[in-house]
């Protein structure tokens, strides 16, 4: 499919579904290697990252473990504005190698409330894994370890990305048409 209609908006066909899987078979190479030994604990966090977090473990060699975390917004007081929490967590992480699985670091807010309430929980060390960059958004320092693809500051659905719920299912990533 070259284009697809969701809801109101028309997407175009940007990563083939190969070229996706070609980069996580890279991405499972090189995390193979610096994790060799260490049963590293992946955290996957949903929803986005589901399909990204099944295809990329399912190429990492040896004893590893696959978690999912989510998180969730509510609306706190009126100075507080929208609070985020990270829910999910039932695994003692202290003293793990922790591979956090992303489907997308835009600004990296998102995941600097991550990274900050994991550290607080003592990881040996942790990484980020992430499917899709987009380092011209990126406000922060932490540093991305693991990247499959760097993009623009296109809106992208597909590959467990979705708009307004729906896109989640295609295999390939499109962006939204101008
Ligand atoms: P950040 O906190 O890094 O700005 O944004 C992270 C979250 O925003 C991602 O996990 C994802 O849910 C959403 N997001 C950022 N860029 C895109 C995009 O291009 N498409 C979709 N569908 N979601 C995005
Ligand atoms: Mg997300």
């Known amino acids: 499919m070259q284009t697809v209609t ?3 908006k028309t997407f175009e066909l940007f990563i083939a579904e190969n070229a996706i899987q ?9 995390i193979n290697a610096d994790y060799a030994g260490k049963n590293p604990l992946f955290l996957g966090i ?14 990492i060699e040896g004893n590893a473990e696959i978690s999912f ?7 706190g007081t009126a100075t507080t504005g929208k609070i985020s929490e990270l829910i999910g967590l039932n695994e003692d992480i ?3 190698h922790v591979i956090i699985i992303e489907d997308i670091v835009d600004t ?19 990484a980020i894994a992430t499917l899709l960059f987009k380092p011209a958004a990126y406000q922060k320092n932490i540093p991305v ?27 390939e990533i499109y962006k939204l048409k101008a």
Not at 22 to 30: M, T
Not at 108 to 126: C, F, M, R, V
């Open 46 to 59: 949903l929803n986005g990252s589901f399909l990204f977090a099944a295809d990329l473990f399912r190429q």
């Open 145 to 171: 370890n693991y990247v499959g693809m760097e993009v623009g500051n296109d809106f992208l659905v597909g590959y467990g990305l979705d708009y307004d719920g729906l896109g989640r299912n295609l295999k």
């Open 6 to 8: 969701l809801h109101d």
């Open 22 to 30: 070609q980069s996580i078979s890279a991405l499972a190479v090189q």
């Open 94 to 96: 202290s003293n793990r």
């Open 69 to 75: 975390l989510k998180m969730a917004s509510y609306q």
């Open 108 to 126: 990296g807010i998102t995941l600097e409330k991550i990274i900050n309430d994991l550290i607080a929980k003592q990881p040996a060390s942790i």
